[in-house]
């Protein structure tokens, strides 16, 4: 029995020094080269160090990246970065330059979609019962995806980039058009803002301590979309002839249905009857603070019929609010003043309708039939608008 206990022969083996071989493995994966949408995915599945997710996100922000194109590859990469690489480096970077890469990245549908997709989801197992901790994680997540749209629409050229970007990367103009109707189905339908609103209500029922954002108030978001169309206007100018002028009367058109969309039942959103009001109130005040009202009448050109006497309603209703709100009627019998206010107006309301006869008619119309209420209210409004009817010839503004 002894033999079996004797020893044959010994080995020694030397395990090796752990944080040597930590240096190594960062050493290596730092060594990645990146030169390709394929590589700078397998560097952000390899579990990165943050070095190495800045070289990726520099790299995807060079000239000739984009992941605006609907193809597999732009969307696995957009997947990784939405639901692996946001979730673990945007705390860490969102107060640092490379923030304004990450969104620069998914300023585009590709990117848009897979955030309120992961919005979407993230609120659904919200929902489902767990512990304080999952709970606390998944709060995290929204507030962080909230916060990565807030940086990427927060200017009012947002949709201006988003046009440059499909008219460099569309590659035909059959594409161009898809990608840029994707990127209004997203924004101006209100699909963005309501997902947005029921992020909120989440972050609300978890008691969570934080400034509510913009993009969850119908109104606020409204505000922005009216900036963005001004924003439009002022750099494609009122041309229907190419894609930049038929993406701005695309782009206005879908604003008609933001606020009217049934699928807004969130307690934060703020769902107003007044959408389309809002929208122009907020590009009109745009348009005349920088003295570009020509614009907005080449834009109401680029419209349906319907469209165009909508906007003018809405246009009226603005100048009523902003210039007419403290309008008070003399109950003396004794000649009105002449008003700047009503010269100015009926000016541009002139500048809208005087090429149009349609507009010219519908004016005619809301003065006998009363359908627009801003303007029965206002002594004012009404002589602008009478005066914007006067002929050319001997026309004095009242």
């Not at 901790?133 to 200017?155: R, S, T």
């Not at 006998?368 to 050319?392: C, G, I, Q, W, Y």
């Amino acid at each position: 029995m002894t033999d079996f206990l004797t020893a044959v022969s010994t080995k020694n083996v030397k395990a090796p020094e752990p944080l040597l071989q930590e240096v190594k493995s960062l050493s290596i994966q730092d060594a990645v080269h990146i030169d390709s949408a394929q590589s700078a995915l397998e560097a952000l599945k390899s579990q990165p160090n943050q070095e190495t997710v800045t070289h990726v996100l520099k790299y995807m922000t060079s000239d000739g990246f984009s992941l605006l194109l609907p193809e597999p590859l732009n969307a696995t990469i957009a997947h990784q970065l939405v639901n692996d690489t946001l979730p673990n480096y945007w705390r860490a970077l969102r107060n640092s330059p490379q923030a304004k890469l990450f969104a620069r990245i998914l300023r585009n549908p590709t990117g848009l979609g897979h955030i309120i997709t992961r919005l979407r989801s993230l609120v659904a197992d919200s929902r489902q019962k767990r512990s304080a901790g999952e709970a606390q994680n998944q709060a995290d997540n929204i507030e962080d995806m909230l916060g990565v749209l807030e940086i990427i629409l927060h200017v009012d050229d947002t949709s201006s980039l988003v046009l440059r970007d499909t008219e460099a990367h569309g590659r035909t103009e059959t594409k161009k058009r898809l990608i840029w109707r994707e990127y209004l189905s997203q924004t101006a339908s209100g699909r963005l803002v309501s997902i947005a609103a029921e992020a909120e209500d989440v972050l609300k029922s978890k008691g969570t301590s934080r400034t509510a954002s913009w993009l969850a108030d119908g109104n606020t978001f409204a505000d922005w979309l009216g900036r963005n169309i001004a924003s439009m206007l002022r750099k494609v100018g009122g041309s229907g002839d190419n894609i930049s002028g038929s993406a701005v009367s695309e782009l206005c058109s879908k604003a008609l249905t933001l606020g009217y969309t049934g699928q807004w039942s969130s307690e934060r959103l703020r769902v107003f009857t007044d959408g389309i009001d809002r929208v122009i109130s907020s590009l009109t005040s745009s348009l005349l603070d920088t003295d570009s009202a020509t614009l907005l009448a080449d834009l109401l050109s680029l419209l349906k019929p319907y469209e165009q006497r909508k906007y003018l309603d809405a246009v009226i209703v603005f100048v009523v609010k902003h210039y007419f709100s403290t309008d008070i009627v003399l109950r003396e019998d004794k000649p009105i003043p002449m008003s700047k206010d009503v010269s100015g107006v009926a000016s541009l309301l002139h500048i809208l309708a005087r090429e149009n006869e349609s507009l010219k008619d519908h004016l005619v119309s809301i003065l006998t039939r009363s359908t627009v209420p801003s303007l029965d209210d206002s002594l004012a409004a009404r002589r602008s608008v009478m005066a914007a009817l006067a002929p050319d010839e001997g026309n004095n503004p009242m």
